[in-house]
């Protein structure tokens, strides 16, 4: 049974940066496609960032690229999710989520993968 943890969540300002935390458990988590997904109120939940299983590989929403940085760490079995220069349309429920079998055709699609955090909250003022 995978567990995902969230935390580093928090209120910000315009401009600021956070770093999001997922611990993993229960199974090898290089094995895993890892996501992140955010989703603000009365809306749908939408893709953010994934690494491939070795984090070879990163994909991001147009939106955040070059401004969110995913990254993971195989030895702790953890991924973050590094935001800088926030802006008030990223706040946000930030989900992690992973799956063993994806492809890369499925990265960005939320109901593709298996495992879910509980989410944290990022809020970004004006």
């Known amino acids: 049974q995978v567990q995902l943890v969230e935390s580093g969540g928090g209120l910000v300002q315009a401009g600021g940066s956070l770093r999001l935390s997922c611990a993993f458990s229960?199974?090898?988590?290089?094995?895993?496609?890892m996501g992140w997904f955010r989703q603000a109120p009365g809306k749908e939940r939408e893709f953010v960032a994934a690494?491939?299983?070795?984090?070879?590989?990163?994909y991001y929403l147009d939106s955040v690229r070059g401004r969110f940085t995913i990254s993971r760490d195989n030895a702790k079995s953890t991924v973050y999710l590094q935001m800088d220069s926030l802006k008030p349309e990223d706040t946000a429920v930030y989900y992690c989520?992973?799956?063993?079998?994806?492809?890369?055709?499925?990265?960005?699609?939320?109901?593709?993968?298996?495992?879910w955090g509980q989410g944290t909250q990022v809020t970004v003022s004006s």
């Open positions: 989520a992973a799956d063993q079998s994806l492809i890369l055709s499925e990265f960005r699609n939320s109901a593709a993968y298996d495992w």
């Open positions: 229960g199974a090898t988590f290089s094995r895993y496609v």
């Open positions: 690494s491939a299983r070795r984090g070879s590989n990163t």
